[in-house]
C-alpha cells in the first residue's frame, strides 16, 4: 500500500521530486539535497502547497482541509540534525519526550502515555534513567536519540529525518542507523530519510533517490546504487564513500552511548 506519492512536485527550493513511498518502506534522499528536507517538511504540514501532486494516504494535499493535515501531523514524525533538537534546557527530558502527545493526543490517560514514553524510549535507544535529567551536559548521540525518542511518541506511519547525521560522531551516527535498521525490522514506520551523504543511507533504505542540481538523476534500490551507480555524479558520491574499518564505523556492532 502506498503511504506517500509525490508526482512531479516543485518544491520551494526549486528541486523536482517524484517518489512513492509503501508502508513500513525507507526511502533515501541523498546528494545535493539542500532544502529538500525541511521543504518536505513544509509541505507534509500544510504550510506549503507546491506544484504538483501529493498524496498521503489517499489524502490529496492540495485539497486537504485544516482537519486533514491535523490528522496527517499526527501521523508523522520529524527528526532534524542534533543541532535543531527541540529540547529545553530547562525541562526535563521527560517533558521534552511528551510534548508531543500534550499537543496531538491530549486526551490520554496517564498509564498509556507512560506505555508510549517506554516504547519510544525502547525503539529509539535513549536511557530511562534520563527521564528525570535535563539535556544540558548529554553528549550529542544521546540527545539524537532523546529525539528519535520524541519523533517516534505517537506512533507515527512516516518518519521523516531530515540530515539526522549531521554533527554526529561516525559511532553515534552508526548507531542511529542501526535504530533505523531496528525500527523497519520490528514494524516501525516507513521512513523517508534526506542526507547529504549516501552511507548511512545505503544501509538503511530500500531505494536510493540522487539529487544533483535540483533534479533527480537516479533511482534504483540500494544495492544497485552501492555496486553499480549509472550516473556520473552518483559515481563520485559512492566513491568518496569511506571504507569499514570496524571499529566505530562497524554499524553491525556499534555500541549504546555512554
Not at 525490522?185 to 538503511?204: D, K, M, T, W
Request: net charge neutral; charged share 20%.
Amino acid at each position: 500500500m502506498t503511504l506517500l506519492s509525490l508526482d512531479g512536485v516543485v518544491l520551494p527550493g526549486g528541486t523536482s521530486v517524484s517518489l512513492e513511498v509503501a508502508a513500513g518502506e525507507a526511502i533515501g534522499i541523498v546528494g545535493e539535497t539542500g532544502p529538500v528536507g525541511e521543504d518536505l517538511v513544509s509541505l507534509l504540514l500544510g504550510q506549503s502547497r507546491p506544484p504538483g501532486k501529493t498524496v498521503f494516504d489517499g489524502r490529496n494535499l492540495s485539497r486537504a482541509g485544516r482537519r486533514e493535515i491535523q490528522n496527517i501531523r499526527r501521523r508523522l514524525g520529524i527528526l532534524r540534525p542534533v543541532s535543531e533538537a527541540p529540547l529545553n534546557p530547562r525541562r526535563s527530558i521527560r517533558a521534552a519526550v511528551q510534548e508531543p502527545l500534550d499537543v496531538l493526543l491530549p486526551g490520554l490517560k496517564s498509564a498509556e502515555r507512560d506505555e508510549r514514553v517506554e516504547a519510544a524510549l525502547a525503539a529509539s535507544g535513549a536511557e530511562a534513567a534520563w527521564l528525570a535529567e535535563r539535556p544540558v551536559g548529554l553528549p550529542r548521540g544521546a540527545v539524537q536519540a532523546v529525539a528519535l525518542a520524541r519523533a517516534l511518541i505517537c506512533a507515527p506511519d512516516l518518519l521523516l529525518a531530515v540530515e539526522p547525521f549531521l554533527g554526529l560522531e561516525l559511532e553515534d551516527s552508526a548507531r542511529l542507523a542501526n535504530r533505523f535498521l531496528a525500527l523497519r525490522q520490528n514494524g516501525g514506520p516507513a521512513i523517508v530519510l534526506v542526507s547529504r551523504c549516501p552511507e548511512f543511507a545505503l544501509h538503511v533504505c530500500d531505494t536510493i533517490v540522487v539529487l544533483h542540481r535540483g533534479q533527480c538523476v537516479e533511482t534504483g534500490t540500494a544495492t544497485d546504487i552501492r555496486v553499480l551507480p549509472g550516473h556520473a555524479y552518483t559515481q563520485q558520491l559512492v566513491n568518496a564513500i569511506p571504507e569499514p574499518t570496524g571499529g566505530a564505523f562497524d554499524l553491525r556492532v556499534a555500541a549504546r552511548p555512554r
